[in-house]
């Protein structure tokens, strides 16, 4: 028992240095540019675990017409919920370096994600009815989602950043 501790500990300690590694480095990074790694990041979190709750429920994702639609539901909330908290603490701690403990933080978050989400749906459900290449709509929609998605948690949900600048720019001239 002694050795399983020892090791989960050790384990834990290579974690932390890491990430104190990663978090180092990014902050030599543009926060566009870490806002841009932690999307991809998001992502991908998010379709690995909807495809993997796909798994669970026994889907053979190689036919997708035999998947019940309620299994898609469940995998698309579960893998967005997933990919949302991965999103908010990426970008509260890594992105915006923010410091904050605020639930009011988190209700920002969440409120323009649901405004992204709504605005996403809409785009895709009015283009689509244009009968537009599904591809093309994909990447257009995206691309507005993410400059939405961008102003809104720069200028709305993690503003204080800006304050943090600001002070940080007076430091340097003194």
């Excluded at 102003?151 to 949900?157: A, E, M, P, T």
Aim: net charge positive; proline share 1%.
């Amino acid at each position: 028992m002694g050795d399983l501790l020892s090791l989960n500990k050790s384990a834990l300690i290579s974690r932390n240095k890491v990430l104190k590694r990663l978090f180092i480095w990014g902050k030599n990074l543009d926060y566009r540019i870490k806002f841009l790694l932690v999307g991809g990041l998001n992502t991908a979190i998010g379709v690995g675990v909807y495809w993997l709750v796909l798994i669970c429920f026994g889907v053979n994702i190689t036919k997708p017409e035999s998947i019940e639609l309620y299994k898609i539901y469940i995998a698309t909330v579960i893998g967005q919920i997933v990919g949302l908290t991965n999103s908010y603490f990426w970008n509260k701690f890594f992105t915006f370096e923010s410091k904050q403990k605020s639930k009011a933080e988190v209700v920002r978050f969440v409120s323009v994600y649901g405004l992204v989400f709504l605005i996403d749906y809409l785009m895709k459900f009015l283009l689509t009815n244009f009968a537009l290449n599904q591809i093309m709509v994909a990447i257009f929609t995206t691309f507005v989602i993410m400059i939405i998605s961008f102003v809104g948690q720069k200028f709305f949900v993690f503003r204080h950043r800006k304050k943090k600048e600001e002070e940080e720019k007076e430091q340097e001239q003194v």
